[in-house]
């Protein structure tokens, strides 16, 4: 919605606010805005399109998580680094259902933008040993299944993991 630099000057704006309601003696009023502030700053850090396009993609939404990722019109500018590759990696998510080269575009995209969480960061690389096995590149699907194995520190993709080794295998 905001750019994320006016969301910084709402912050501080909103904090010098509670800080006058403060010396004025209203206390609540304070605590009030100084929670408002931290709306704004985590608003900064997690883009509230991006959140919305995951809740989205959570209930199998894919035209509607297209159409919140498409309101964001240039994410170089509106995103931090971070950001941006959540922006590539939910687009390579929503493509690799259809056009699989384009989503190896995006998971690179993301990778190489950075995924804050590990495990996202490890279904971007297991994706990607998908599109590399289904393009006959074993070494590089290998490689990337090592990876995402590193990565997967809680277990949740030892299946999807283990089913992908057993159809290379056959290859």
Do not use: C
């Not at 606010?17 to 304070?30: D, L, P, S, T």
């Not at 289904?134 to 290998?142: D, G, I, N, S, V």
């Amino acid at each position: 919605m905001f750019n994320k630099n006016i969301k910084l000057v709402l912050a501080g704006l909103v904090l010098a606010a509670a800080v006058w309601q403060f010396i004025e003696g209203y206390i609540g009023n304070g605590i009030m805005l100084i929670l408002l502030a931290g709306i704004f700053v985590f608003l900064y850090f997690k883009n509230e399109i991006i959140l919305l396009a995951f809740l989205r993609l959570r209930k199998q939404d894919f035209p509607g998580a297209k159409k919140w990722l498409d309101k964001i019109k240039n994410p170089e500018g509106a995103l931090t680094k971070k950001q941006q590759g959540y922006y590539w990696y939910l687009h390579g998510l929503m493509v690799s259902q259809t056009n699989i080269t384009q989503a190896e575009k995006h998971f690179k995209k993301a990778i190489k933008l950075g995924l804050s969480m590990d495990h996202d960061l490890a279904m971007a690389k297991l994706n990607l040993a998908g599109i590399a096995m289904t393009k006959r590149r074993k070494r590089e699907a290998t490689n990337l299944l090592a990876e995402a194995k590193k990565l997967d520190k809680h277990g949740m993709l030892t299946d999807q993991i283990r089913m992908m080794k057993q159809q290379m295998k056959k290859i």
